[in-house]
T-cell receptor, first 115, second 116 residues
Framework: GAVVSQHPSRVICKSGTSVKIECRSL??????MFWYRQFPKQSLMLMAT?????????EQGVEKDKFLINHASLTLSTLTVTSAHPEDSSFYIC???????????FGQGTRLTVV | AQSVTQLDSQVPVFEEAPVELRCNYS??????LFWYVQYPNQGLQLLLK??????LVKGINGFEAEFNKSQTSFHLRKPSVHISDTAEYFC??????????????FGTGTRLTIIP
């Protein structure tokens, strides 16, 4: 199956700094990418949907100025957590779909810890 | 809008016993249904999916699920579980039309624990 690579898998940053997470589709063109956040022992909560070349669509309650999403190419989307705070600590997961596909492919996730 | 209910948050099962993880959904349009498995600190791996056609769907690792439109259910089953099946399982739904541009709606997950 198709592969989505997410990097880094784990990151620790200081409060007030910014962190960038990359999501790459390795062997297909991802027309749409999704960013999720998962709290411990909970389900995935969609943060935003991004289409290549256009602005991301954020879910209600998600601060777009804090969680910057860029989908500059058909194989790369990035999520930047700006001015991170301890409450931003979480597991972030991306997924990607291709035009005409019937399956979403998920990255390995990024464990963000803000200290 | 779609919603997914996974009735059991935790399911303990003895090794080699059968298991069923329940999933019910609601939607006003036709949907695609999925089961994903998540191991600790990892992303999601697709177990199986229902798009159309036969209501009994077979997936990886010996899992299968049956789509029941009248009961709006998509329960996951395995006749004999192994220790390696210990993981979190998520049921998800998305509108069948315009797949790829529509988000997946996930259930709250079921933690399957296999007891040796």
């Amino acid at each position: 199956g198709a592969v989505v690579s997410q990097h880094p898998s784990r990151v620790i940053c200081k409060s007030g700094t910014s962190v960038k997470i990359e999501c790459r589709s390795l062997d297909f063109q991802a027309t749409t990418m999704f960013w999720y956040r998962q709290f411990p022992k909970q389900s995935l909560m969609l943060m935003a949907t991004s289409n290549e070349g256009s602005k991301a669509t954020y879910e209600q309650g998600v601060e777009k100025d804090k969680f910057l999403i860029n989908h500059a190419s058909l194989t790369l989307s990035t999520l930047t957590v700006t001015s991170a705070h301890p409450e931003d600590s979480s597991f972030y997961i991306c997924s990607a779909t291709e035009q005409g596909g019937t399956e979403a492919f998920f990255g390995q996730g990024t464990r963000l810890t803000v200290v | 809008a779609q919603s997914v209910t996974q009735l059991d948050s935790q399911v303990p099962v003895f090794e080699e016993a059968p298991v069923e993880l329940r999933c019910n959904y609601s939607s006003s349009v036709s949907v695609y249904l999925f089961w994903y498995v998540q191991y600790p600190n990892q992303g999601l791996q697709l177990l199986l999916k229902y798009l159309s056609g036969s209501t009994l769907v077979k997936g990886i690792n010996g899992f299968e699920a049956e789509f029941n439109k009248s009961q709006t259910s998509f329960h996951l089953r395995k006749p004999s579980v192994h220790i390696s099946d210990t993981a979190e399982y998520f049921c998800a739904v998305t509108p069948g039309a315009n797949f790829g541009n529509e988000k997946l709606t996930f259930g709250t997950g079921t933690r399957l624990t296999i007891i040796p």
